[in-house]
């Protein structure tokens, strides 16, 4: 179904027989567009979100830690923004995961978001397939922890981690009717600061009306470790969740959507005539529509 | 208004299609706390469209070389202020060259005196930038070796060349 760039099937051999070089080189390639079918595999991918700044990398870097000397490997997709200005980006998630790069059993990604400001590219879904098929028994999404990322992780991972801090005020109240209600553990981080007992019992208090089954909390400390391992065997107790597929597919149209349209190659010439005025919203959208290039399986 | 139209051009310079658009890990080998040289380049190479990955403080020659790797990086920018710069940075490139990752362009920073730069480019580093350097230089560097790799001539840490800047 997909098409299959020659080479990349080399690659994926290669990377299968645990060659890092190759499987760094087959993102890369998968970054910039190819496409390859992986067999089925019974990983399972965490997606980590939260608001900026909660600490997701720092708990993540703790959880990687506390895998790997369980003799899991842990691969990491750290996913930061790009500049809507320049379009460069600084990826800087890996240097609050404390060492990933001294173990053998930890890979870590860094990716800009690039053109899709949801945070989330619709190639994810096939890195996480190629990382699990080459072995590696835990794969991580970072989302860059900003409002619609949020949901659309649901499109590529099959379990949400929400992680949330204290003294974050009304953003908590916000957040309440979305990625909350999505998410199958919450992480209250910080624990070592004061509040965030008060933040989890406001969360827990918010998620009980109306919900039988509300979603477990956990307040942990990245820094100082506490709370983590029982954390992480909550995490561990859920396995894949099959019965998303409806969400995950409407999350995964809209991101592939996205991107479609922002790779399209007149969008910078129909953002000109909006801006003189010379056509509307809704005339861009006729004229784009039917040119529009889906990045995801548009070969079948 | 100039905004929305800058802002439609750095979409396309975004695009996964332009071959200018490099990866580039900011790295600080050894024990060195002053990262602020880093900081800079890292900043000014991301406002010039470049991903750019920085590693963070005290990291070992296989722990750079292993992010080198993972990231898929095409060059590598070394800060070094600490005087151990003679040791480290070869080190480092020759362990590029042994995992396999000959096309990564090195470059290195810092307080690297004249006197030692000679060493430095017979193992690979193709420019060395002191303290004062216009960021402008940098990624004129890059430029000018990003056009070399695309035209095939040797400018990797571990492809045969008398070139630097």
Not at chain 1, 68 to 89: F, N, R
Not at chain 1, 142 to 167: H, K, M, N, Y
Not at chain 2, 68 to 79: M, Q, R, T, W, Y
Request: net charge negative; proline share 5%.
């Amino acid at each position: 179904m997909a098409l299959v760039v020659s080479g990349i099937t080399e690659l994926f051999e290669s990377a299968r027989t645990g060659n890092r070089r190759s499987l760094s080189k087959l993102l890369t390639e998968i970054e910039s567009g190819a496409s390859i079918e992986t067999p089925s595999s019974s990983g399972w991918t965490l997606g980590v979100t939260g608001p900026p700044g909660v600490g997701k990398s720092s708990l993540i870097g703790r959880m990687v830690e506390i895998w790997s000397s369980k003799g899991e490997s842990v691969a990491i997709l750290a996913v930061d923004p790009s500049s809507p200005i320049s379009g460069g980006a600084l990826l800087a998630d890996r240097i609050r995961m404390g060492n990933p790069e001294s173990q053998d059993s930890v890979f870590v990604r860094s990716l800009a978001s690039g053109n899709h400001p949801g945070g989330l590219m619709p190639y994810l879904g096939e890195m996480c397939n190629v990382l699990s098929a080459c072995g590696w028994s835990r794969v991580i999404i970072e989302t860059v922890g900003a409002g619609q990322s949020e949901f659309q992780i649901i499109a590529f991972a099959d379990r949400i981690l929400l992680i949330d801090g204290p003294d974050r005020g009304d953003i908590i109240q916000a957040e309440k009717a979305g990625i909350l209600e999505l998410a199958d553990v919450i992480a209250i981080n910080k624990a070592d600061l004061p509040n965030s007992q008060a933040v989890a019992d406001s969360i827990k208090i918010a998620l009980q009306f109306g919900e039988s089954d509300p979603t477990p909390i956990h307040t942990v400390s990245a820094i100082e470790g506490t709370g983590v391992g029982e954390l992480m065997a909550e995490i561990e107790n859920l396995g894949p969740d099959p019965n998303r597929k409806a969400l995950r597919f409407r999350e995964l149209l809209i991101s592939s959507w996205n991107a479609a349209l922002l790779t399209h190659p007149q969008i910078d010439l129909h953002l000109e005539k909006l801006c003189d005025g010379s056509i509307t919203v809704s005339d861009a959208i006729q004229s784009m529509g039917s040119l529009m290039d889906f990045g995801v399986d548009s070969h079948d | 208004m100039v905004a929305p139209l800058n802002y439609c051009g750095c979409l396309k310079a975004a695009s996964h299609l332009d071959a200018s658009r490099m990866r580039v890990v900011i790295a600080k080998p050894g024990l060195d706390g002053h990262d602020r040289g880093a900081k800079v380049v890292a900043r000014a190479l991301r406002d010039a469209g470049h991903d750019v990955i920085y590693t963070g403080l005290r990291k070992r020659p296989a722990e750079i070389v292993r992010i080198v790797n993972d990231e898929d990086a095409d060059a590598l920018g070394l800060s070094t202020l600490s005087g151990a710069h003679d040791s480290l940075i070869p080190k480092i490139c020759h362990e590029l060259r042994s995992n396999d990752l000959n096309e990564v362009i090195v470059f290195a920073g810092g307080i690297i005196p004249e006197r030692d730069r000679p060493d430095l480019f017979e193992s690979g580093v193709r420019a060395v930038f002191g303290p004062g350097t216009p960021s402008s230089s940098v990624l004129e560097f890059l430029e000018t070796a990003s056009t070399r790799r695309n035209n095939g001539e040797p400018v990797g840490v571990g492809e045969d060349s008398r070139w630097h800047w």
